[in-house]
């Protein structure tokens, strides 16, 4: 008999918004590592059924924002400081990558689209919602690895980039770094624009090393997450 692989519409569209107003809980802080988070609870407050609810949390612990536990069920991920060493070398290794590739290969259409974020991240910075400014960085980096055009680096980015994204905004809070970051970024997409490989590499490690020492030193200082 022929399986009928037919998915509504409606339903995918759901689901998805579901997981997107959870994650942007978690990246925001609304919802802090190694709280838990009781289904019924979230089901008052999003105001969809517990199926939806279960399908989102899936897909964020399959990002690493969610960590399940037996007995206690979903919780918050917290990341440990010598978790956030290792995340950070390798994403300078894979960016570094994905600019090299992005500044030799790139489209004129793909360097300009990275362009144009690094000035919406700018413009995003003078501002003082955060939301908006996660997702300026968010953008800019999109374009970054669309540009490297490996998508297998890309895979591997995007699922770092979530784990990371809970120290993202403490980061660029911390005094003088973001407007270092605004630099950095300038950086990497002067190196991209002139077609310069290996510098475009070498100002996208550098930026993500620089993000790292102020991120690992914020860890260093923090006391371990309550459970709640």
Not at 202 to 227: F, G, V
Request: glycine share 6%; hydrophobic share 40%; with cysteine.
């Amino acid at each position: 008999m022929p399986m009928d692989l037919h998915i509504p519409k409606q339903s995918a569209t759901l689901r998805m918004a579901v997981e997107e107003k959870l994650r942007q809980a978690i990246v925001s802080g609304v919802f802090k590592p190694g709280q838990r988070l009781v289904e019924r609870e979230l089901c008052e407050m999003i105001g969809v059924g517990r199926t939806s609810i279960r399908e989102a949390l899936r897909q964020l612990e399959a990002e690493g924002l969610i960590t399940t536990y037996p007995h206690r069920g979903p919780v918050v991920s917290a990341i440990t400081y010598e978790e956030a060493f290792q995340l950070y070398k390798v994403r300078a290794l894979l960016e570094g990558f994905s600019g090299q590739e992005m500044a030799e290969r790139g489209s004129p259409e793909e360097i300009a689209k990275l362009e144009a974020a690094a000035a919406a991240f700018e413009q995003a910075a003078l501002g003082s919602d955060q939301a908006v400014l996660i997702e300026a960085k968010k953008r800019f980096y999109d374009c970054l690895m669309e540009g490297g055009g490996n998508m297998f680096v890309r895979q591997m980015l995007t699922l770092l980039h979530n784990r990371v994204t809970i120290l993202r905004v403490t980061s660029m809070m911390q005094p003088g770094r973001l407007q270092h970051s605004i630099e950095e970024i300038k950086d990497i997409v002067a190196a991209i624009k002139d077609r310069n490989g290996p510098r475009a590499a070498a100002a996208c490690k550098y930026h993500i090393e620089m993000a790292s020492k102020t991120a690992l030193e914020y860890l260093r200082k923090l006391p371990p997450p309550t459970e709640t």
